[in-house]
């Protein structure tokens, strides 16, 4: 399947219907994994705090006055996780504004110390808040986190990758191009990484094109993204809760476009944590071939108030219902399907 520009991008999202993206989507799904599995992974979403400086405004999650976990409470968290089969830890938090890399470098050694488990943590926004308290460059303070454990970053953060749009609703929060300078510096250290999309705000389909070219780029660049995770906006508890949340259509079309335009990426992950699960077993059929984890805990989409579950019986049976072969994969770093049900 040849690439498809920007303009062509646009044209799919304003062509009624909702097949003809979905179709193509799911031709190039066969063509990049023609083994038919569809994979998913059990791990669990520890925020170590929700402090946060940036007050971004879609955020149900941060709070001034809120938590730091403690390392005997990491730990706990970790332990549950090894015990429930988790091969890996997603760790994130809000942009503390008093921890230096120094406490970040601890909390690394801390987990490699004690755990033999993936560890798949601190977005671009937390990077680059690391880096403003402690003076260092973005290449310093990804060489120390890396040498101290650090196995690959999450794509968290990106919302739109538009600066009007960030201007408008996260204006404390890194630059497009700081976004993608922490993501290139990842890659080139060696570090694999996710991308992601948050969508269905304030943002244009013009938009949302805008922010696929950039990911476009720079994976042509570097070939560091393993996978892309678009989800949508939950407005709950939020300061745009007036705002209505995207719906199913919105987000397999839009998720079935990314899949077709991002055709340098691997994989596509498919989000039941904003969908529910039948919408994510349709997913499948528009261009995802990663179902997620388990999410043993989850904090910042629960904070809005929607609350999906799902256990990995749960997971097996969706992707076999859907005509997949399931498949757990080990950690976030290739994708690759290890154990198969
Ligand atoms: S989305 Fe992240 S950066 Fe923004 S306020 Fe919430 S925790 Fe902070």
Redesign the pocket.
């Given at each position: 399947m040849n690439r498809i520009s920007d303009k062509e991008a646009v044209q799919m999202f304003h062509s009624p219907g909702l097949l003809p993206a979905g179709l193509m989507a799911d031709r190039l799904r066969q063509e990049l994994h023609p083994d038919n599995t569809a994979t998913f992974i059990i791990d669990r979403n520890i925020n170590y705090t929700n402090i946060?400086t940036?007050?971004?405004k879609f955020?149900a999650?941060?709070n001034d006055k809120g938590y730091l976990l403690s390392k005997d409470a990491l730990a706990e968290k970790i332990r549950e996780t090894v015990e429930l089969g988790g091969t890996q830890i997603l760790l994130q938090g809000?942009?503390h504004p008093g921890l230096p890399l120094e406490f970040y470098e601890d909390m690394m050694g801390f987990i490699r110390e004690n755990f033999k488990i993936h560890v798949h943590a601190f977005s671009p926004?937390e990077i680059c808040n690391i880096s403003n308290i402690s003076g260092l460059g973005i290449k310093e303070v990804i060489k120390r986190l890396k040498d101290s454990g650090l196995d690959s970053i999450p794509g968290g953060?990106a919302e739109i990758l538009v600066d009007s749009v960030r201007a408008g609703v996260?204006p404390n929060?890194c630059t497009v191009s700081e976004w993608l300078e922490v993501m290139r510096t990842a890659h080139k250290a060696g570090l694999r990484t996710t991308a992601t999309m948050m969508f269905g705000f304030t943002e244009t389909v013009e938009d949302r094109v805008e922010h696929l070219e950039k990911i476009r780029l720079l994976q042509d660049e570097t070939g560091g993204f393993t996978s892309f995770i678009p989800w949508t906006f939950q407005p709950g508890n939020t300061r745009m809760s007036y705002l209505r949340t995207a719906g199913g259509v919105d987000y397999l079309k839009t998720l079935a476009i990314a899949r077709v335009f991002l055709d340098n990426i691997p994989n596509i992950q498919a989000s039941w944590v904003t969908q529910g699960n039948k919408v994510a077993q349709a997913a499948l059929r528009f261009g995802a071939n990663d179902i997620g984890s388990t999410m043993i805990e989850e904090n910042v989409v629960s904070a809005t108030g929607v609350s999906f579950e799902v256990t990995k019986e749960e997971l097996i049976g969706l992707i076999a219902n859907a005509g997949f072969t399931p498949a757990r994969r080990d950690s976030s770093v290739d994708f690759a399907p290890r154990q198969v049900f």
């Amino acid at each position: 399947m040849n690439r498809i520009s920007d303009k062509e991008a646009v044209q799919m999202f304003h062509s009624p219907g909702l097949l003809p993206a979905g179709l193509m989507a799911d031709r190039l799904r066969q063509e990049l994994h023609p083994d038919n599995t569809a994979t998913f992974i059990i791990d669990r979403n520890i925020n170590y705090t929700n402090i946060c400086t940036a007050h971004c405004k879609f955020c149900a999650f941060h709070n001034d006055k809120g938590y730091l976990l403690s390392k005997d409470a990491l730990a706990e968290k970790i332990r549950e996780t090894v015990e429930l089969g988790g091969t890996q830890i997603l760790l994130q938090g809000g942009l503390h504004p008093g921890l230096p890399l120094e406490f970040y470098e601890d909390m690394m050694g801390f987990i490699r110390e004690n755990f033999k488990i993936h560890v798949h943590a601190f977005s671009p926004p937390e990077i680059c808040n690391i880096s403003n308290i402690s003076g260092l460059g973005i290449k310093e303070v990804i060489k120390r986190l890396k040498d101290s454990g650090l196995d690959s970053i999450p794509g968290g953060g990106a919302e739109i990758l538009v600066d009007s749009v960030r201007a408008g609703v996260s204006p404390n929060k890194c630059t497009v191009s700081e976004w993608l300078e922490v993501m290139r510096t990842a890659h080139k250290a060696g570090l694999r990484t996710t991308a992601t999309m948050m969508f269905g705000f304030t943002e244009t389909v013009e938009d949302r094109v805008e922010h696929l070219e950039k990911i476009r780029l720079l994976q042509d660049e570097t070939g560091g993204f393993t996978s892309f995770i678009p989800w949508t906006f939950q407005p709950g508890n939020t300061r745009m809760s007036y705002l209505r949340t995207a719906g199913g259509v919105d987000y397999l079309k839009t998720l079935a476009i990314a899949r077709v335009f991002l055709d340098n990426i691997p994989n596509i992950q498919a989000s039941w944590v904003t969908q529910g699960n039948k919408v994510a077993q349709a997913a499948l059929r528009f261009g995802a071939n990663d179902i997620g984890s388990t999410m043993i805990e989850e904090n910042v989409v629960s904070a809005t108030g929607v609350s999906f579950e799902v256990t990995k019986e749960e997971l097996i049976g969706l992707i076999a219902n859907a005509g997949f072969t399931p498949a757990r994969r080990d950690s976030s770093v290739d994708f690759a399907p290890r154990q198969v049900f």
